[in-house]
């Protein structure tokens, strides 16, 4: 399902302008109504966002990792590098709610007990009746074509989601490699996002719990 004309189409809600990064950022969260799933994903827009091909960033929410700063996986890194480098290009980060790869939080920290047993992150998800990755990007889709925007260049170590969008409509023209934010606590993660999900992992970046690098 994509965004359509008439009542139920996909459309902007609201645009809100918030300071992020304590202030050093000046981005503008904006909602939508009639997502296709009915989940509150929202886009956060950032320098000249209305360029032609804008940088975007598909970021799935990741509570530990974006809140808590959890060195267990790679997502705050990835989320505050988005922040800084889309702010220097223009463009946006889709902020989609869809925990532990589309399992939920509930779920995900359950899968990280199958891991401290010596599961990997997909056998793990397996184990509890899960698909490896049960996330949609439809909806990124439908946000994008409500804001006008159907060429972009994605912020991206994940070939699945080039795919996903150009399957819905949404011309890839580039896509822009993140760092690779290996630590201790993680390896065994990162590793198994490279064998089994296919990323395309390059540049590492030395992780730190308060990505200072920044």
């Known amino acids: 399902m994509t965004a359509e004309a008439g009542e139920n189409a996909v459309k902007v809600r609201r645009q809100v302008e918030i300071p992020v990064l304590g202030g050093r950022y ?3 969260f904006i909602t939508f109504d009639n997502l296709a799933d009915g989940k509150e994903h ?3 827009a950032l320098g000249d ?3 032609s091909e804008p940088l975007v ?6 509570v530990t990792g974006d809140v808590f700063l959890s060195a267990r996986c790679d997502c705050g890194p990835q989320l505050e590098e988005a ?3 889309i702010s220097a290009e223009g463009g946006l980060i889709l902020y989609l709610r869809q925990e532990g790869r589309g399992i939920g939080l509930i779920n995900k920290l359950d899968a990280y007990a199958l891991q401290d047993e010596g599961m990997n992150t997909y056998e793990a998800n397996r184990a509890l009746g899960f698909e490896d990755d049960q996330r949609d990007f439809t909806v990124a889709a439908e946000m ?6 159907d060429h972009i260049r994605l912020l991206t170590n994940n070939p699945r989601k080039v795919a996903q969008l150009t399957d819905n409509g949404i011309q890839v023209d580039g896509r822009v490699g993140t760092r690779v934010y290996r ?3 993680n390896e065994r993660y990162l590793a198994a996002k490279k064998e089994e ?3 395309a992992l390059g540049e590492d970046e030395p992780c730190c719990p308060a990505h200072s690098k920044y």
């Not at 960033?57 to 990741?62: A, F």
């Open 26 to 28: 000046l981005a503008t």
């Open 42 to 44: 929202f886009a956060i």
């Open 49 to 51: 966002w209305q360029r």
């Open 57 to 62: 960033r598909m970021h799935s929410e990741c």
């Open 83 to 85: 922040i800084v480098r």
């Open 144 to 149: 994008l074509k409500a804001l006008g925007v």
């Open 183 to 185: 630590n201790d606590h």
């Open 197 to 199: 999900g296919h990323h």
